[in-house]
């Protein structure tokens, strides 16, 4: 990033285009009228557009303080707006999508937030105050389902509602000497796992319909979207810490056979009751296992903290084991499921439970604030 100075603008606003030539003048209108207040840049980053958005762009710097980047060899939304990042010079940065589903006449409510002491301000959809017109049911599931694994596996959207906002503010400060990377559309994500971002705001807007043009959105972007969370992920610790997690559960199995095996053939117990004890202590091990390497940059010293922590294991190890049952006989009895892919299936829902709940609960960490 450009060092910053006292003459520099307040707000310098990204906004990454592709085929908007049909928005950019309402767009910049709306946006000059909401900051008519504010020293601002705007950033029109195009990927060399057929439809002319560049050049319609360039034709208005002599009305608004717009300077258009055109890229020639690289596409897509998230590194756009990169390169815009790149050449901003405000004290905050934004992002906004051409399309004006992102109302401009809200920027002032971000700049307020932060403003007021916020790192990251975050237009929401999903906090009390926040909605989305027009959108059919299947696509709030769809768009619901594509927050949910960035908020299990990236402990820096894990409490943010929406963390695949496409329209945020945050200060310059945050993402100094971080190196952003970002692949498909998400860079909101990118932001904040690279950032050092430690207050973030959430603040109610309502997304609206798009009504000039077409959408960008392509299924190519949603395995774009794919790539970048896992990669987002592995940086991040989620998916190594969940590997370390299933090599334990492995070697509990192994104890839980074992403890078993040795209780009915060499003690000569009940082949039911021999299973109570082998499974406790197979519970045992895959804690300790998990506290010493799976958690071990997460744990909390002092005995208290320890016995909470192997209490709160257990409880969700007891909830994974029927879970564990319920699947299995709903597959195999309901859905008529071979046994052996029933148990799979069952063994892939419970890991996926005391995995995330183990993360977010027993060995939970003190996250970022986020209001």
């Not at 768009?143 to 963390?163: E, H, T, V």
């Not at 299973?275 to 895959?286: A, F, V």
């Not at 300790?288 to 190890?317: C, H, Q, Y």
């Amino acid at each position: 990033m450009k060092s910053q100075s006292a003459s520099n603008p307040e707000l310098s606003l990204i906004v990454p285009t592709y085929n908007e030539r049909e928005n950019i003048v309402p767009l910049m209108e709306q946006i000059h009228k909401s900051l008519s207040a504010y020293s601002y840049e705007l950033i029109v980053v195009d990927d060399n557009s057929p439809d002319g958005t560049a050049e319609l762009a360039k034709s208005l710097s002599s009305k608004y303080p717009v300077s258009v980047i055109v890229r020639t060899t690289e596409r897509g939304l998230a590194s756009a707006v990169v390169s815009g990042f790149n050449q901003a010079r405000g004290v905050v940065l934004g992002v906004i999508d051409a399309d004006l589903q992102h109302p401009p006449e809200f920027i002032p409510a971000l700049l307020k937030a932060i403003h007021n002491g916020a790192d990251v301000a975050i237009a929401s959809r999903y906090i009390p105050g926040g909605g989305i017109e027009g959108w059919t049911f299947k696509r709030r599931v769809i768009s619901k389902g594509a927050k949910l694994p960035a908020n299990l596996l990236l402990s820096s959207a894990r409490k943010i509602k929406d963390p695949l906002s496409g329209f945020f503010l945050f200060k310059t400060k945050v993402i100094d000497g971080a190196v952003l990377s970002p692949t498909g559309y998400k860079i909101l994500l990118e932001v904040l796992v690279r950032g050092n971002a430690k207050h973030v705001v959430e603040v109610p807007y309502t997304f609206k319909e798009r009504e000039r043009g077409k959408s960008n959105l392509t299924a190519k972007e949603q395995v774009n979207y794919l790539k970048h969370l896992y990669r987002l992920a592995w940086d991040d610790g989620g998916i190594k810490r969940f590997i370390k997690f299933c090599i334990v559960g492995v070697s509990g199995f192994a104890v839980n056979v074992g403890l078993l095996a040795l209780f009915v053939e060499v003690a000569g117990m009940n082949k039911v009751w021999a299973q109570i004890p082998s499974y406790q202590i197979s519970i045992l091990t895959n804690f300790a296992f998990n506290e010493l390497w799976t958690f071990s940059d997460r744990r909390t010293p002092g005995m208290k903290p320890f016995l909470m922590r192997a209490i709160k294991f257990n409880l969700v190890s007891q909830v994974g084991w029927g879970i564990n049952l319920g699947v299995y006989y709903l597959a195999l009895n309901l859905a008529g499921i071979y046994y052996i892919v029933s148990q799979i299936i069952a063994i892939a829902v419970a890991t996926m439970w005391n995995f995330f709940s183990n993360v977010i609960w027993t060995w939970k960490t003190k996250a970022k604030r986020v209001d």
